[in-house]
């Protein structure tokens, strides 16, 4: 596998996106989950539009309930139960990520930041995948272990973004041919997170 991009480009087509147990239980103790839920919604749809790769995962479906049924995920290569925090630790599930040709990009997102986000991520990164972790995409149950895991992940080497900056990294320019389809999803603005004025951002 090549090397890790120090520079945080995405093409669609050495690109995953990975969204990780964004859940119908958490709905009622993670901070921010409408916004949550409506920004990733637009990453999913722009993603879709754009053939980007998708891999979803639920942790423990049978106690925690399947993904959020606003989230349309039709177009994912598969919907995967997992017990283990780090998607990577199911080999089931390693198994599906490495066997992706060309695969360099993993955006990752849902819950819990500091759980099965940095777990997955570490190991992503050990696996030499330059790893973006879309902030307004992601979430805790706790507002001080949600920044804190922010600035580890940022610390151990990835990418902090957002979904309209992947989105507009993936289209690159006016002159892509989905630019008029995805303009509809990003002339309204990301739905606020809670981010502004979090701490990992002066970190």
Request: charged share 20%; proline share 3%; with cysteine.
């Amino acid at each position: 596998m090549a090397l890790r991009s120090t520079l945080g480009r995405l093409q669609s087509e050495s690109t995953l996106f990975l969204l990780c147990d964004l859940q119908d239980k958490f709905r009622s103790v993670a901070h921010h989950i409408p916004a949550i839920i409506t920004n990733a919604q637009k990453l999913l749809s722009s993603g879709k539009q754009l053939d980007i790769k998708l891999i979803v995962t639920e942790q423990y479906p049978e106690r925690l309930g399947k993904t959020a049924p606003e989230l349309n995920v039709s177009h994912a290569i598969g919907v995967y139960p997992k017990l283990e925090f780090s998607i990577m630790k199911d080999e089931k599930l390693k198994h599906a990520i490495i066997g992706l040709n060309n695969v360099k990009s993993v955006v990752l997102f849902g819950l819990e930041t500091h759980i099965c986000i940095e777990q997955t991520a570490m190991d992503l990164l050990d696996n030499d995948y330059d790893v973006h972790i879309v902030a307004d995409c992601t979430t805790s149950r706790s507002v001080e272990d949600r920044c804190l895991a922010f600035q580890r992940l940022r610390q151990i080497g990835c990418f902090i973004t957002t979904s309209e900056n992947v989105i507009f990294k993936l289209l690159g320019g006016k002159t892509h041919p989905q630019f008029s389809w995805i303009l509809p999803l990003v002339s309204k603005k990301s739905e606020e997170s809670g981010l502004a004025g979090a701490h990992f951002l002066d970190a």
